[in-house]
């Protein structure tokens, strides 16, 4: 299951947050993104750390 698995694909990532994967892509070549694992081409996301992002987005988004 993916909310089992540490790190994810771009394409489960889209899946298990709704974003989608040209918008997670974007966010991935943002410098010094915090979710980002680099495994020689392969891009993939730190579950945890994109939770956390996410969470950041989502508490800055009510407070405004």
Partial sequence: EIKDKINL??????I?????ETTIRKL???TACPFL????????I???EFEKYLNRLLYTSDAA
């Avoid at 694992?37 to 993939?44: A, F, Y």
Wanted: hydrophobic fraction near 30%.
């Fill in 16 to 20: 298990y947050s709704n974003i989608g």
């Fill in 28 to 30: 991935l070549s943002a």
């Fill in 9 to 14: 694909t771009i394409k489960e990532a889209s």
């Fill in 37 to 44: 694992l680099k495994v020689g081409n392969k891009q993939l």
């Fill in 46 to 48: 730190k579950r945890n």
